[in-house]
């Protein structure tokens, strides 16, 4: 059912060697390839056939569900409307993901819009890499868009990554949080070339003690550009925390700005952000182990990205 270049896409943003055991959703080409569920994951299509419903039962525990796209398909742009329903009290992990392999001169691209309804105490991780690879000379856009609700006491923890090959990516994050709840948002970005990365994210905490941090980490490489704005907007006595550290190689550039907006007398708002260049006593002393320039580089950014 999976050819080679299916396994290497799928390895490559959501961790597979093959089909998955338990619940999951496998796109390719804007059409479903596979799909299976479980007795606490339900996976149907929406009523719209734009996308799917995943419904967690509450109270599931250690169980993880795989959503993975991929596409090959010259000159097309899928776009798919998801929408996940976490049941009370569960805990949760989603993996989900899109790869491009690009062989023709035509562009190809994904707009993945997900809509997250996180109930009362429960947890979700999700997991999500975008990845672009292929001889082709078509631009790889992505394009993702993701929305959170966390009821009183939910937690969910986002993991957003664009590994490589990317041209073109505008990214939209929007949560709003209850009382008692917890967002965390860590976003890695590499760019390298002429590509580009916008990202856009609104966090509003209208919740009693409700708290967020949103982390990114961006390298930008070669004439590329990217932009990442910020905006935690609070309406309750709550906590919120913007970290954005940008590294700029050969000629890129970068814009940053982390927006705080304390609505209520009682927020606590922080936020810090740093650009810059490799420090050369860093590259010194890999150099003198043995690395060579090269391969220092490498190894610094691969650490500043996962840090």
């Known amino acids: 059912m999976l050819d080679a270049l299916d396994r290497e896409l799928l390895k490559a943003v959501a961790g597979l060697e093959d089909i998955p055991k338990g619940a999951y959703n496998i796109r390719k ?8 569920t479980s007795a606490n994951i339900n996976i149907e299509t929406n009523a719209e056939a734009t996308g799917i419903i995943v419904t967690i039962k509450p109270a599931t525990r250690n169980e993880s569900v795989h959503i993975p796209v991929i596409l090959s398909q010259a000159g097309l742009y899928d776009v798919v409307q998801n929408t996940f329903i976490i049941g ?16 023709t001169s035509r562009s190809e691209g994904h707009a993945g819009i997900h809509e997250f309804r996180v109930g009362k105490k429960a947890r979700v991780k999700y997991v999500e890499k975008h990845f672009a690879t292929g001889p082709g000379k078509g631009k790889r856009a992505l394009n993702p868009t993701t929305k959170i609700f966390l009821d009183e006491g939910a937690q969910a923890e986002m993991e957003l990554t664009q590994i490589g090959g990317i041209d073109k990516a505008t990214r939209l ?13 860590t976003e890695r970005v ?26 990114s980490r961006s390298v930008i490489k070669g ?14 006595k709550c906590f919120g925390h913007i970290e954005c550290d940008a590294i700029i190689m050969d000629n890129g550039t970068n814009e940053t700005v982390p927006s705080l907006k304390a609505k209520h007398p009682d927020a606590e708002l922080t936020h810090e952000a740093s650009i810059g260049k490799i420090a050369s006593d860093q590259l010194i002393k890999l150099m003198s182990m043995g690395l060579t320039y090269d391969e220092a580089v490498n190894r610094i ?7």
Do not use: P, W
């Open 29 to 36: 080409n804007g059409k479903l390839l596979v799909r299976e």
């Open 223 to 236: 004439n590329s550009k990217q932009n990442f704005y910020a905006t935690i907007e609070a309406l309750a």
């Open 88 to 103: 009370e009290d569960a805990d949760i992990t989603i993996i989900a993901g899109c790869g491009i392999h690009c062989g």
């Open 301 to 307: 950014i691969q650490g500043f990205l996962m840090k």
């Open 190 to 215: 590499l760019t390298d070339g002429n590509q580009s990365a916008v990202s856009k994210n609104l966090i509003t905490l209208s919740g009693t003690d409700s708290r967020a941090d949103m982390i």
């Open 173 to 185: 994050n929007e949560a709003k949080l209850d009382a008692r709840s917890l967002l965390l948002i």
